[in-house]
C-alpha cells in the first residue's frame, strides 16, 4: 500500500482532457516537490514532468502538472492514442526515502 | 548520449546473495546521484536506494536498509547493488537510474533509466 495514493485507472476518449490526481501528506507533497513518471507498455518509466510543474524539453506541453497543499495533479489534454500506459507520481518524504504512487493506468478508448 | 546497462539479475534462492551493475556512458558520472528503482512483476515502481556522486552519501528504503548496500566506482562510471538476505519479496526488474546534480538537496528528478534487470528469487 503506497503512501502516495493515485487512482489506479483512469480513461478518456481522443482530443479529451484527463487528470491523474495523487494524495500524500505533509511530511511528503506538502513539503516537498512532485514528480511524475510515464511508463509505456513493455518499457523503462521516463519522466515526465519534475519540480511539480516542469516540463523536460522533450515532454509535449500537453502535459502539466500541478501541486496544491498535500495533493498534486497531472493533466492530459489533448490526449491521444500514444498516451496510453501507466502514470507514477514521486515525492521525498521527511524520513528521507522516496516515495511513489501506486500508478494509474490510463486508457484511451 | 546517456546510456545505462544493467547486469547481474539471476535466479537466487531465499537468503541468498546477488549483486548488481550498472555501467553508465554519455555523462560526467561522479557530478551525479544515482539511484536503483524496482518494480515487482505486475507492480508499481518502488525506489530503493540513492547515493551521491562525491560525498558518499546514501539514502535506503525501509523494506531494504540493513540487506542492501548501494555503491559506486567514479574511475570505472560504475553504479552497483550488493543484495543480501534475499527475500521472494525481493524478485522484480531493477533499474538504474540517474539522478539529480550533486548537491541538489530532496530533488526526485530521475531523467535517464536503464532497461532493467530481473532478480527472481525462489526456491
Known amino acids: 500500500q503506497s503512501v502516495l495514493t493515485q487512482p489506479p485507472s483512469a480513461s478518456g476518449t481522443p482530443g479529451q482532457r484527463v487528470t491523474i490526481s495523487c494524495s500524500g501528506s505533509?511530511?511528503?507533497?506538502?513539503?516537498?516537490?512532485v514528480y511524475w513518471y510515464q511508463q509505456l507498455p513493455g518499457t523503462a518509466p521516463q519522466l515526465l514532468i519534475y519540480?511539480?510543474?516542469q516540463r523536460p524539453s522533450r515532454v509535449p506541453d500537453r502535459f502539466s502538472g500541478s501541486k496544491s497543499g498535500t495533493s498534486a495533479s497531472l493533466a492530459i489534454s489533448g490526449l491521444r492514442s500514444e498516451d496510453e500506459a501507466d502514470y507514477y507520481c514521486?515525492?521525498?518524504?521527511?524520513?528521507?526515502?522516496?516515495?511513489f504512487g501506486g500508478g494509474t493506468k490510463l486508457t484511451v478508448l | 548520449q546517456v546510456q545505462l546497462v544493467e547486469s547481474g539479475g539471476v535466479l537466487v534462492k531465499p537468503g541468498g546473495s546477488l549483486r548488481l551493475s550498472c555501467a553508465a556512458s554519455?555523462?560526467?558520472?561522479?557530478?551525479?546521484?544515482m539511484t536503483w528503482i524496482r518494480q515487482a512483476p505486475g507492480k508499481g515502481l518502488e525506489w530503493v536506494s540513492y547515493i551521491s556522486g562525491s560525498d558518499g552519501t546514501l539514502y535506503y528504503a525501509d523494506s531494504v536498509r540493513g540487506r542492501f548496500t548501494i555503491s559506486r566506482d567514479n574511475a570505472k562510471n560504475s553504479l552497483f547493488l550488493q543484495m543480501n538476505s534475499l527475500r521472494a519479496e525481493d524478485t522484480a526488474v531493477y533499474y538504474c537510474?540517474?539522478?539529480?546534480?550533486?548537491?541538489?538537496?530532496?530533488?526526485?528528478?530521475?531523467?535517464?533509466w536503464g532497461q532493467g534487470t530481473l532478480v527472481t528469487v525462489s526456491s
Open positions: 505533509s511530511s511528503n507533497i506538502g513539503s516537498h516537490y
Open positions: 514521486a515525492a521525498w518524504d521527511d524520513s528521507l526515502t522516496v516515495l
Open positions: 554519455g555523462f560526467t558520472f561522479r557530478d551525479y546521484y
Open positions: 519540480k511539480n510543474n
Open positions: 537510474a540517474r539522478g539529480p546534480p550533486n548537491y541538489s538537496g530532496y530533488d526526485a528528478t530521475i531523467d535517464h
